[in-house]
């Protein structure tokens, strides 16, 4: 017999039917007349609970019948009177797929996330990370819905290059040769000629040089691919591969861009309240019970515009009020998440889109104010993450571009086809990119980034 989904079959119920239904038990209780089995198949956290009448099943079958093992159950769907649920099953068939025995480490509730990392192949049988999992998916399905609506094309940029986009030096090498005996040059530095390349590469740190080049030809692209950085932070927010989603349009300027990053994660998380109710609840109630207050307050809020040199008076403010940092502010510093913090939950209790930031701070392609001293990046700041995306309006001329680069020592011979842009029909164009496990974090309540991705890459661990 065809088998139901629970999520369908709890949707409309099609009481007084017979269905077949495939999970994995996450319970068993009962008595010695009748077994209640909480039935689970990962399309929704809602167990569909199993009525076994132990006068009608074999003794030696329902010894198998033990947390996390397989079953196919065929039975009668009625009414529920108990269970806190609308529909359960009462079992004519009960065949057990795969067995599992007590060296289960799921055996109970209640384990900590720590261990849950350890065993990070079987996490996903979990509700929490169930929930968190088809979360990720639907805000995935969000973000592709909501730029191809906008009529943006999704456009691929390479993982292996041989640029750094974000000029920081923390790539992680890709190469095929011998780690045992390198070739050198006379100068002792090492001769990649014979790699597999012909030439030093590495991992992308962003596609945003590649998404620039697209954006001057399609008129607005996104990238959503992952995206690796060698830096050894050991936060709960970092990642070593992360999942990088990088929006980038020609014709538009400060104000169009963060328009557009305010209406993109208010949509995001306006879905996620639409397609998953029942996991955000589940999460409101088990892991942060201010989650959905959260989610539905940054929906109806408008983001903060603040400038950077804004944002420090603020800060300078609230010091000589006898607010404490640990890290000192004045212009020209790279804020800490502390006074990203401040501003966001204590100050304007809202999401703030900073602006025009010192250039020395920013990346070498951000467009040039005519201050001679700020650059039109933008960071949106979000409450509980800090910053969520980066992006800017790019220096779209050839001469300032090109001023910076060499200021910066940027080694140009890697760089040409980029500068090209700028020489042939140059445009005015902005972009960001928006880290998809913050957006996570912020959607699940999840305090740790390592756990809303399937398999974390972070300093000293690869496993799985
Ligand atoms: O601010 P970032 O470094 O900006 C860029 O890479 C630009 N090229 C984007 C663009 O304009 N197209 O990174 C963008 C976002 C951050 O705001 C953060 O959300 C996320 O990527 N991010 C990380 N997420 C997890 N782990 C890390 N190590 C991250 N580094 C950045
Ligand atoms: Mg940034």
Same mark, same amino acid.
């Given at each position: +017999?065809?088998?139901? &989904?629970?999520?369908? %079959?709890?949707?409309?119920?099609?009481?007084?039917?017979?269905?077949?239904?495939?999970?994995?038990?996450?319970?068993?209780?009962?008595?010695?007349?009748?077994?209640?089995?909480?039935?689970?198949?990962?399309?929704?956290?809602?167990?569909?609970?199993?009525?076994?009448? #132990?006068?009608?099943?074999?003794?030696? =079958?329902?010894?198998?019948?033990?947390?996390?093992?397989?079953?196919?159950?065929? $039975?009668?769907?009625?009414?529920? !009177?108990?269970?806190?649920?609308?529909?359960?099953?009462?079992?004519?068939?009960?065949?057990?797929?795969?067995?599992?025995?007590?060296?289960?480490?799921?055996?109970? &509730?209640?384990?900590?996330? *720590?261990? =849950?990392?350890?065993?990070?192949?079987?996490?996903?049988?979990?509700?929490?990370?169930?929930? !968190?999992?088809?979360?990720?998916?639907?805000?995935?399905?969000?973000?592709?819905?909501?730029?191809?609506?906008?009529?943006?094309?999704?456009?691929?940029?390479? %993982?292996?290059?041989?640029?750094?986009?974000?000029?920081?030096?923390? +790539?992680?090498?890709?190469?095929?040769?011998?780690?045992?005996?390198?070739?050198?040059?006379?100068?002792?530095?090492?001769?990649?000629?014979?790699?597999?390349?012909?030439?030093?590469?590495?991992?992308?740190?962003?596609?945003?040089?590649?998404?620039?080049?697209?954006?001057?030809?399609?008129?607005?692209?996104?990238?959503? $691919?992952?995206?690796?950085?060698?830096?050894?932070?050991?936060?709960?927010?970092?990642?070593?591969?992360?999942?990088?989603?990088?929006?980038?349009?020609?014709?538009?300027?400060?104000?169009?861009?963060?328009?557009?990053?305010?209406?993109?994660?208010?949509?995001?998380?306006?879905?996620?309240?639409?397609?998953?109710?029942?996991?955000?609840?589940?999460?409101?109630? +088990?892991?942060?019970?201010? =989650?959905? *207050?959260?989610?539905?307050?940054?929906?109806?809020?408008?983001?903060?515009?603040?400038?950077?040199?804004?944002?420090?008076?603020?800060?300078?403010?609230?010091? &000589?009020?006898?607010?404490?940092?640990?890290?000192?502010?004045?212009?020209?510093?790279?804020?800490?998440?502390?006074?990203?913090?401040? %501003?966001?939950?204590?100050?304007?209790?809202?999401? !703030?889109?900073?602006?025009?930031?010192?250039?020395?701070?920013?990346?070498?392609?951000?467009?040039?104010?005519?201050?001679? &001293?700020?650059?039109?990046?933008?960071? !949106?700041?979000?409450?509980?993450?800090?910053?969520?995306?980066?992006?800017?309006?790019?220096?779209?001329?050839?001469?300032?571009?090109?001023?910076?680069?060499?200021?910066?020592?940027?080694?140009?011979?890697?760089?040409?086809?980029?500068?090209?842009?700028?020489?042939?029909?140059?445009?005015?164009?902005?972009?960001?990119? #928006?880290?998809?496990?913050?957006?996570? %974090?912020?959607?699940?309540?999840?305090?740790?980034?390592?756990?809303?991705?399937?398999?974390?890459?972070?300093?000293?661990?690869?496993?799985?």
């Amino acid at each position: +017999m065809k088998r139901t &989904k629970i999520s369908d %079959l709890l949707k409309s119920p099609a009481f007084g039917t017979t269905v077949t239904v495939m999970g994995w038990v996450r319970t068993r209780r009962g008595s010695k007349a009748v077994s209640f089995i909480a039935l689970n198949d990962g399309s929704t956290i809602n167990n569909i609970q199993i009525v076994a009448d #132990l006068a009608k099943f074999d003794e030696e =079958l329902m010894k198998d019948i033990t947390t996390g093992a397989c079953l196919s159950v065929e $039975g009668l769907l009625v009414e529920s !009177v108990g269970s806190g649920q609308a529909a359960e099953i009462q079992a004519t068939r009960i065949d057990v797929l795969g067995t599992c025995d007590n060296t289960y480490p799921l055996q109970k &509730k209640g384990h900590s996330m *720590e261990f =849950l990392r350890e065993v990070a192949h079987l996490r996903p049988r979990t509700n929490t990370f169930g929930a !968190v999992f088809r979360i990720r998916h639907h805000m995935a399905m969000a973000i592709h819905t909501f730029f191809h609506e906008k009529g943006f094309y999704y456009f691929h940029a390479p %993982l292996i290059t041989a640029s750094d986009c974000e000029g920081a030096g923390q +790539m992680f090498q890709v190469t095929t040769m011998n780690l045992y005996d390198l070739k050198k040059n006379e100068d002792g530095s090492i001769d990649y000629s014979d790699d597999f390349f012909g030439r030093q590469t590495s991992l992308t740190v962003s596609g945003q040089l590649e998404g620039e080049l697209a954006a001057t030809a399609l008129g607005a692209i996104y990238t959503f $691919g992952p995206t690796f950085r060698a830096e050894n932070s050991n936060t709960p927010r970092h990642l070593a591969e992360f999942w990088m989603i990088e929006p980038e349009m020609a014709f538009y300027d400060l104000d169009d861009l963060t328009e557009l990053e305010e209406e993109f994660i208010k949509y995001c998380v306006r879905w996620a309240l639409d397609h998953c109710a029942d996991d955000l609840a589940f999460l409101n109630k +088990m892991v942060d019970p201010g =989650l959905l *207050e959260r989610l539905n307050h940054v929906v109806e809020t408008p983001f903060v515009r603040l400038p950077y040199t804004e944002g420090i008076r603020i800060l300078e403010e609230a010091i &000589k009020g006898g607010h404490k940092f640990e890290f000192p502010v004045y212009w020209g510093c790279d804020l800490a998440s502390e006074h990203e913090r401040f %501003l966001v939950e204590h100050h304007f209790k809202a999401p !703030v889109i900073m602006t025009d930031y010192p250039k020395e701070i920013k990346a070498f392609y951000m467009k040039q104010n005519a201050d001679g &001293k700020t650059v039109q990046g933008t960071d !949106v700041l979000f409450p509980q993450i800090g910053e969520i995306i980066g992006g800017s309006v790019r220096e779209e001329n050839y001469d300032k571009l090109m001023a910076r680069i060499e200021e910066l020592h940027i080694p140009m011979k890697d760089m040409w086809w980029y500068l090209d842009t700028r020489r042939y029909g140059t445009c005015p164009h902005a972009g960001f990119g #928006l880290g998809f496990e913050r957006l996570l %974090l912020f959607v699940t309540g999840m305090q740790n980034i390592r756990d809303v991705i399937p398999f974390p890459r972070t300093p000293g661990n690869a496993s799985f």
